[in-house]
């Protein structure tokens, strides 16, 4: 299957990112290329892009898509959050720009065989973004206690219903194995009231994500990744960072807030002794999908871009 996902707040990325022909760039979550593609075709002979995913099937569909920028781009499989130790390898200490555009691709939830999508009910409980590891998602469904699935359905799902899921799929799993889409959706309808079901959305929705962010350690990548990534940025370089969901959204913001106003002196004092200094500016407004994509890309609807400019003083 086609490596197809349409990048979103693409112009609007590559509009933040203000890239310098002779710059170098970092594309944490390299995907199918697209944003890379447009940063890639901005860069004179001298200048770099480095893009970075975990997933086997973003490499190779960003590798042919990006073919004609082969003298400026290194690919490299790697979580983002090794990031640093990447670039140093490569002998890069700053860099101008760096992108993350969080959550699944299109690739992802359209091919069932990887297991993302609650809507292909024989696919098999995967999930896992990085093939390599172990884990998948159909040992969190089995091997979780009844205490750790609630937790993760809670917080990572903000499901309300996540007591009374976790509890079925306990009940289930004594009887049989859960291995499928189609048998975990089967189980989280039967949690959840029906007059519910028949006004929200798809009632598998807030678990399959969930799961997802728990198996992939996707909040605590971001939240132990992105201080450092601010320290790779040279002077005026920008780090922009497309999310999905209120929880990375909200781990995105605080983390630059935090670094543009670091002082933890109290509010009385009257001269900052901490001698935390400002790392930048965070731009004020998240921006988001126009109409025009809106109506183009579903996929877009939830999408947020923040932006933090490094300015050394």
Request: charged share 30%; hydrophobic share 35%; glycine share 8%.
């Amino acid at each position: 299957m086609e490596f197809n996902h349409l990048p979103v707040l693409l112009n609007e990325t590559v509009s933040q990112l203000n890239i310098k022909p002779d710059g170098i760039y970092v594309d944490g979550t390299l995907g199918g290329g697209g944003h890379a593609y447009e940063v890639a075709g901005r860069l004179s002979d001298k200048g770099r892009l480095i893009g970075m995913d975990q997933d086997a099937d973003a490499i190779q569909a960003a590798s042919v898509r990006l073919k004609e920028f082969e003298d400026r781009i290194t690919i490299v499989r790697s979580n983002y959050a090794d990031m640093p130790g990447q670039l140093r390898k490569l002998g890069i200490e700053k860099a101008d720009g760096i992108l993350l555009d969080l959550g699944v691709s299109s690739f992802q939830l359209d091919t069932p065989a990887r297991g993302f999508s609650y809507r292909d009910e024989d696919a098999p409980l995967d999930m896992r973004m990085d093939d390599r590891q172990q884990l998948t998602a159909k040992d969190i469904v089995n091997e979780y206690s009844e205490k750790e699935l609630f937790r993760l359905i809670r917080d990572f799902g903000e499901d309300k219903f996540a007591k009374n899921i976790a509890k079925h799929i306990v009940n289930t799993r004594r009887e049989k194995e859960i291995l499928t889409a189609g048998e975990l959706c089967a189980v989280i309808r039967g949690a959840i009231p029906m007059k519910v079901q028949k006004n929200g959305g798809h009632p598998a929705k807030r678990t399959f994500q969930a799961i997802r962010i728990e198996l992939n350690r996707e909040l605590e990548v971001l939240q132990d990744s992105l201080d450092g990534m601010i320290d790779l940025l040279n002077d005026g370089g920008r780090i922009c960072v497309i999310t999905f969901h209120s929880l990375e959204d909200r781990i995105v913001k605080t983390i630059f807030k935090k670094n543009e106003n670091p002082c933890i002196c109290p509010a009385n004092f009257p001269v900052c002794t901490c001698g935390r200094v400002t790392k930048g500016r965070a731009l004020k407004k998240p921006v988001v999908p126009g109409e025009e994509e809106l109506n183009n890309n579903k996929r877009s609807k939830s999408a947020k871009l923040r932006v933090f400019e490094r300015k050394e003083q």
